[in-house]
């Protein structure tokens, strides 16, 4: 396939805000089914959890280890907060699909990622049972990227989408367990000045082999972001992201922001783009008040209204 490579417009983001209508209630706005926080990361999903409030979504219910339930529930007074036990996909709303209450489940933030069995539960459950859009982040990944992982993300109908936002380092993971090239850049990634150049028609074509091996949609994060949908030929590249950006958690917040975006009904791709523009600019706004060395994640969600409200004005 040969790919067509698209530099993410700003001037066209405004355009794709998902404003709520007049008679919007919290399930019509979406509701986001939000899973991670072991007892060794629960700011992970405090963070996920709190940018997907705060990205427009109605309601946002959080499935979490015991130990980090009054975390969590300090950190949003809005949140509904439960133990991982009680999550039952096969019996919950999120196994049936319904037109009027778009849904959307994240996985992953907060994860230990060390094989434990709740943890693996939650993700094959999730990926095998959920009817809406999945979105596989931080400690998830390691728990994809197997052959049985591979196996349920193909499995997936097209309307039950998985969508997957790596770092480099969780890319070479999914990419070593599908057998698929690592392109030398992955090694040492660098900002793209010209999307006809070698590197960025290397790293895009990454990214699209990772969805194709997937079935999904990438957010492949680096100093730019390449967004690929594995039945499109057209890779996006988000290039507004700077060094504010290179903080533990940052990648918490743009996943719930993203998942924020695909609980509101929004196809996978556009989210991507949407989610990863407004989490560079909002870094990138804070990073004028508060200077490159200060930001940090939680800041991203604390200036993602005012980024919005330039972005209307």
Not at 202 to 226: C, E, I, N, Q, R
Request: charged share 20%; proline share 5%.
């Amino acid at each position: 396939m040969m790919l067509n490579l698209c530099k993410v417009d700003r001037g066209n983001l405004a355009g794709m805000l998902p404003f709520p209508g007049l008679t919007a209630n919290k399930y019509s706005r979406g509701k986001l089914t939000a899973v991670g926080g072991s007892c060794a990361y629960p700011g992970a999903i405090c963070l996920a959890a709190t940018a997907a409030e705060r990205m427009g979504a109605g309601y946002v219910e959080v499935f979490c280890s015991d130990e980090a339930i009054p975390i969590v529930r300090n950190a949003s007074e809005s949140l509904v907060v439960r133990l991982w036990d009680q999550l039952d996909i096969a019996s919950s709303s999120l196994r049936k699909r319904v037109s009027s209450r778009p849904q959307a489940c994240l996985v992953g933030p907060g994860f230990s990622s060390d094989g434990s069995q709740a943890e693996r539960r939650l993700f094959e459950d999730a990926m095998g049972q959920c009817a809406y859009p999945v979105l596989i982040d931080g400690g998830a990944i390691g728990y994809l990227a197997s052959t049985q992982g591979i196996a349920l993300s193909n499995a997936r109908p097209s309307e039950a989408s998985c969508v997957i936002t790596p770092h480099f380092g969780e890319a070479e993971r999914l990419a070593h367990a599908a057998n698929i090239f690592i392109p030398q850049e992955a090694q040492n990634p660098v900002k793209i000045d010209d999307t006809s150049s070698d590197s960025c028609i290397s790293l895009a074509k990454w990214a699209h082999d990772l969805a194709s091996a997937y079935k999904a949609t990438v957010a492949l994060k680096g100093p730019d972001t390449f967004i690929a949908k594995h039945d499109c030929d057209t890779v996006y590249i988000m290039d507004f992201g700077g060094p504010a950006l290179s903080k533990a958690g940052t990648g918490d917040v743009l996943a719930g922001m993203t998942s924020s975006l695909l609980a509101q009904g929004m196809d996978e791709q556009a989210a991507c783009v949407l989610a990863t523009s407004l989490h560079a600019l909002s870094a990138s706004l804070a990073s004028e008040v508060l200077t490159e060395i200060c930001v940090c994640p939680q800041d991203i969600i604390c200036f993602l209204p005012e980024m919005i409200r330039s972005l209307i004005d």
